[in-house]
């Protein structure tokens, strides 16, 4: 049997044992956070690499943040209008489309509504448009942030057009484009993107946009570019998701007539 003095110290090296492997686990680094899998490899992928992003800048507000800083105050008399979107915008050369007007590009590739929530101020309060044409939600059906319900997409919808009008700024509301399986690198983007909650969204947004209250525009791209099958025109998106040049030419001019309708309507 052990004396007292004995059991002291043995409980007293266990203590100090267990006190020295707690430290030591508090030092190994963190093992890295997992992310469940969507069913879609490349989806899986995406997000992957997007943890950085969805962690220290969910918004991606660094993104035109000195760009947003450097513009200059619209002038008297002129037409400001800011492009907001996802990566469909991104990639629009609004230049190259609507040469001298004063069109300012706020895309962000992959971006759902949540994220555009989150740097609608600075991104487009801030600048001050007379309009803002949004064209968002494909990603958000995706999945890129995580799963979406249609009514939490449909309510970013509105929170976005309820805060352009509080700062009265008038709301263009695109719809959703259409997609396509037709080629090899279309069938990620079409397997992730069901074209029935695409029609859901649709109908939503465009019965919003004809609510009188809502003082919103509804831009029709969808019925522009589907073909007869419900799926996006093989040869005006090569991925089946992302319009291509000829795409962006039908687009054009039905974004500039949608603007005319807009300057001609009553403030918000």
Not at 147 to 155: F, K, S, V
Not at 249 to 261: F, G, T
Request: hydrophobic share 45%.
């Amino acid at each position: 049997m052990l004396s007292s003095s004995a059991a002291k110290f043995g409980i007293a090296k266990t203590g100090i044992f267990l006190l020295l492997s707690l430290t030591l686990l508090a030092q190994q680094p963190a093992a890295p956070p997992t992310i469940p899998s969507t069913g879609f490899a490349g989806l899986d992928q995406y997000r992957a690499r997007r943890i950085a992003v969805f962690t220290d800048d969910f918004g991606q507000l660094a993104r035109y943040r000195d760009a947003d800083a450097a513009l200059k105050p619209a002038a008297p008399g002129e037409n400001r209008v800011v492009f907001f979107g996802d990566s469909i915008t991104d990639i629009w050369h609004l230049d190259e489309y609507f040469p001298g007007k004063p069109y300012i590009n706020r895309g962000i590739g992959g971006q759902t509504t949540p994220q555009m929530l989150v740097r609608f101020r600075q991104d487009v309060i801030d600048l001050q448009p007379k309009i803002v044409i949004i064209l968002a939600g494909t990603n958000d059906i995706a999945g890129n942030t995580g799963p979406m319900r249609l009514e939490d997409i449909e309510a970013d919808y509105a929170s976005l057009a309820e805060l352009a009008r509080a700062n009265n700024i008038k709301v263009i509301y695109c719809s959703v484009l259409p997609v396509h399986n037709y080629t090899e690198r279309s069938k990620d983007f079409f397997a992730q993107r069901s074209p029935e909650k695409i029609l859901a969204l649709n109908r939503w947004l465009q019965n919003y946009c004809a609510t009188a209250s809502n003082s919103c525009v509804y831009l029709d791209y969808f019925s522009a570019l589907v073909d007869d099958k419900g799926l996006m025109k093989k040869d005006l998106a090569d991925d089946g998701l992302h319009p291509n040049a000829a795409g962006f030419k039908i687009m054009a001019p039905m974004a500039d007539a949608a603007i005319e309708k807009a300057l001609a309507s009553p403030k918000p």
